[in-house]
């Protein structure tokens, strides 16, 4: 099986594991949004109060991997990369609706890679302590949802490894 395909899979189970959606009817047949990608998107809590969207995908984490300092693109809704605390109530206002906020990472544009197992490793350490562990990150003290990968460029090279130490740090942290 080829490492793209050996990705793929992974991923799919990590989703299903990590994420425990239950289907339901509702009226905004799970749809998920990019969210950050463009000035005219409104602010986050407006997003969610929409009632149109059941996932809101933080776009994007765009420079990791490789000795790469992380930053984000978030088309000026918090300015250039720094910390954005002003989204942590608006991260806890989309939650406490049910909504899942997820951090996307990769997109269409940026620099990241992963260079190595070790560096899958780093990255995934990164993104858990900042992102996932409730501990105060870039975000403010919030626990993300999960880690969409929207990887459009770069390698395919150790997708895999770091979606294996993504899922072991969960299972570590429970």
Sequence with gaps: MDTKRQTLILLLVLTIY?????????????????W????GDGNLTSTCDTGNYEIVLLAFLNNFG??????????????????????????????QKGIKVLLSIGGASGSY??????????????LYT?????????LGSVTLDGIDFD???????HWDDLAKDLDNLRQQNR
């Design 18 to 34: 990590t994420f425990p959606f239950t289907i339901k009817a509702s009226s905004s047949g799970g749809i998920a949004v990019y």
């Design 36 to 39: 950050g990608q463009n000035l």
């Design 66 to 95: 490789g000795g790469t300092v992380p930053s984000w693109n978030f088309a000026g809704h918090c300015g250039d990369w720094s910390p954005c605390t002003k989204l942590e109530p608006e991260i806890k206002h989309c939650q």
């Design 113 to 126: 890679s992963l260079s190595s197992p070790d560096d899958a490793k780093n990255v995934a350490d990164y």
């Design 130 to 138: 900042n992102f996932l562990s409730g501990q105060f990150g870039p």
């Design 151 to 157: 990887i459009e460029g770069g390698t395919n090279l």
